[in-house]
């Protein structure tokens, strides 16, 4: 089953910025269904970026976060290759978790944009 | 089947060796995988639940960070002047502040103002980049938490088609 999570990570230098995208409805509950009934609030609580076993970046979402939620940080310590693992966790209990190597400033757009669409 | 009892006694003592080799590296194995994963997954308990409930900026700030956050220069807030689509408004949070350690983004006039908030440890930006949905024309407000302190901007952002389907 393919991922939920698509992730970019560019190294560039000591520092590595993240691009992360999740498909998620992030329902907000306020919304109505065709019927007139409210579609309860169903949405991304908690995503957790990690890098060597460190957190290095939580996200703590509420239903205001648009849906299919993009975020982007940067952080330092990491070099190209090394592994980063992006989870989350909704309030329904849903789940979903990629590991997504994080590549060098220099590799090429075409590259990239096949590796993503493999996520 | 090959019963241990069956092979004569050296390689009877090679065989159960070699068995307890596999079932104890296997152990240790899911042991290893599991702290790994559970490392790795995201937290529930983390999530400040009484702070996302709150119906207004003040008592959300109040919930998320116990203090009360003073206006500053060093907050950046981008946001559109004008939403065209009340369900996708691009923000980014930054700031020049030392030692951040937390980030987030309320609207003030949607039912339930805190939107998001980020934890920054050590080593990471204090910058963030994350889409909203706002239900109406709204104040939107950036907080950082630098060295216990907490710092905000806000920049009023209108929007035409409200995000919360209404």
Excluded at chain 1, 39 to 47: D, L
Excluded at chain 2, 67 to 91: F, Q, T, Y
Excluded at chain 2, 97 to 118: H, R
Excluded at chain 2, 126 to 150: D, I, P, Q
Aim: glycine share 8%; with cysteine; proline share 5%.
């Amino acid at each position: 089953m393919a991922s939920t999570i698509r992730v970019r990570a560019v190294a560039s230098g000591d520092n590595t910025e993240v691009q992360a995208l999740v498909q998620h409805p992030m329902d907000s509950g306020f919304v109505k269904d065709a019927k007139g009934n409210l579609i309860p609030p169903h949405h991304i609580e908690v995503v957790e970026f990690v890098h060597s076993g460190k957190a290095v970046f939580t996200a703590l979402w509420g239903p205001a976060v648009a849906k299919d939620p993009y975020v982007k940080f940067s952080f330092k310590g990491a070099q190209k290759g090394d592994d980063l693992t992006v989870s989350w966790v909704d309030n329904e209990g849903g789940s979903d978790s990629l590991v997504a190597k994080i590549l060098s400033a220099a590799w090429p757009a075409w590259r990239w944009l096949c590796g993503c669409l493999v996520h | 089947m090959i019963f241990a009892k069956d092979l004569p006694g050296r390689t009877r003592r090679r065989f159960l060796k070699g068995l307890l080799a596999v079932v104890a590296s296997s152990l240790g194995l899911r042991a290893w995988l599991k702290t790994a994963r559970a490392a790795a997954a995201a937290d529930v308990a983390k999530w400040p639940k009484e702070a996302f409930a709150q119906k207004t900026e003040a008592d959300a700030i109040k919930a998320l960070y116990g203090k009360e956050a003073e206006v500053s220069d060093k907050v950046r807030l981008d946001a559109p002047e004008i939403a065209e689509n009340g369900a996708v408004v691009p923000i980014t949070v930054s700031s020049a502040l030392p030692d951040v350690t937390s980030i987030a983004v309320l609207v003030s006039e949607n039912p339930f103002p805190l939107a998001s908030a980020y934890t920054i440890p050590p080593g990471t930006s204090a910058m963030v980049s994350n889409r909203l949905k706002m239900a109406k024309t709204s104040k939107v407000v950036a907080l950082v938490e630098s060295a216990g302190k907490v710092y905000s901007a806000s920049k009023e952002v209108k929007v035409t088609v409200g995000g919360c389907g209404g």
